[in-house]
Nanobody, 125 residues
Framework: QVQLVESGGGLVQAGGSLRLSCAAS????????MGWFRQAPGKEREFVAA????????NYADSVKGRFTISRDNAKNTAYLQMNSLKPEDTAVYYC??????????????????WGQGTQVTVSS
């Protein structure tokens, strides 16, 4: 089992940047693929980005391609989401999640086994 804690959210102006971190407990972090999802008010949780066990493969939602970058540091048991050129429509609670199996191009929530508590990202216009 793994526990996940997100940090790095906050309020930023449109065009700005934030880096989210997801710290994982346990010694098996490298055994999990990692994903980031987000949920805006009144909307369903949606996929943002995913990364494979060693970081060799990454996937992104079309809405964030070219602006967001997912990465991981297995030595630090941490996954990251670098968010650049933020837009007001990026406003949401961002969740990191872990999966035991390789994630597809657009994974659904059911593909993830463990979730963090979320961190709020607010982008002002």
């Amino acid at each position: 089992q793994v526990q996940l804690v997100e940090s790095g959210g906050g309020l930023v102006q449109a065009g700005g940047s934030l880096r989210l971190s997801c710290a994982a407990s346990g010694r098996t972090f490298s055994s999990y693929c990692m994903g980031w999802f987000r949920q805006a008010p009144g909307k369903e949780r949606e996929f943002v980005a995913a990364i494979s066990w060693t970081g060799g493969n990454t996937n992104y939602a079309d809405s964030v391609k070219g602006r967001f970058t997912i990465s991981r540091d297995n030595a630090k048991n941490t996954a990251y989401l670098q968010m650049n050129s933020l837009k007001p429509e990026d406003t949401a609670v961002y969740y990191c999640a872990a999966a035991r199996f390789l994630l597809g191009p657009t994974p659904t929530q059911n593909a993830l086994d463990y979730w963090g508590q979320g961190t709020q990202v607010t982008v002002s216009s």
